[in-house]
């Protein structure tokens, strides 16, 4: 990111969301965000590879809390919980911003080129995940384990949380609670 | 498919298949898997959207086993045993094909984009199962939970099936118990 235009990254991010809201996701085109935010094509795309990724904008953010909460877990702290409990700090950094949680669910299930990104960034989430868990000496299967547990429980929790107003945190934790009695054969 | 070639899809298959492994995924082309099976670049397209395809040949097929096995099991099942019965129906399906699957991962491993292709392969076979489950009754939640814990479970056996020596349908057996304790918080 260029010093000559600390703000473009920020305001590409507004000016695609409201082109998408405005005229459609598949209306808009990289010229109009680019136009609307009051930089080049160029500069789009030097910043994102192209219109759908800014919607994933922020998943490094999401992946760095994410592993940050996780190293922070005290030793010894069973693997499943200290993904329950990373989990938790992201529900945090969520629930203030279900509005927009909201409506980049719908966008997303109505394009399916969007559903797939969104899968692949919450496998590399995953991922990030289980690389932390196997950091701390959790044997490799319990930490993939748990970290695909874990991302299924999020998206379940998720789901939830944008179809309805109950906490986020609390979604979490049902369907933690929900994981345990599947995973026992309940 | 036209009564006029009734092996094409098969045909292309196996050009395909022989073409990856004699001179790379990436240099081998459409015209020359065509070439290979003796059919026309259309008739490609009339069965495969690009290359990539070819290698997700039977996704459809083990689909079709999954669900079949799942709907065979006893009503009252618990929903991770049905799953776990089903993925081995699956685990017994791909036992004899081991040569193939271990260049399949390789090949996968070494593009991104073939990676892409395979998380959202499994997606979709996630979505199946928890579909599968929901019509067996069980609850939208424990359905999803089931269906993407079986499917890591599923992937976590796959990899060390590939890379060793041991038979499928043990090591997804082992990864099921593995799951049961990290869920419970082992």
Known sequence: MG???PD???????????LFLIRGFDA???AEIAGRAGVSERTFFRHFADKREVLFEGGGELRDLLV???DESPVGTPPIVAVATALEVVGEFFEPRREFARWRQQLIAAHPELHERELIKLAGLAVA???GLRRR???DIAATLAAEAGIAVF??????WTSGDRELVALLREAFD????????G
Do not use: Q
Request: proline letters at 0%; zero cysteines; charged letters at 30%.
């Open 129 to 131: 995940i289980a690389d």
């Open 68 to 70: 940050t909460a996780l």
């Open 3 to 5: 010093r000559w235009e």
């Open 8 to 18: 473009a990254r920020g305001r590409l991010v507004l000016a695609a969301g409201e």
């Open 137 to 139: 000496g959790v044997s």
């Open 178 to 185: 929900e994981l345990r009695t599947v995973a026992a054969g």
């Open 155 to 160: 998206r379940v929790a998720f789901d939830r």
């Open 28 to 30: 808009t085109t990289v």
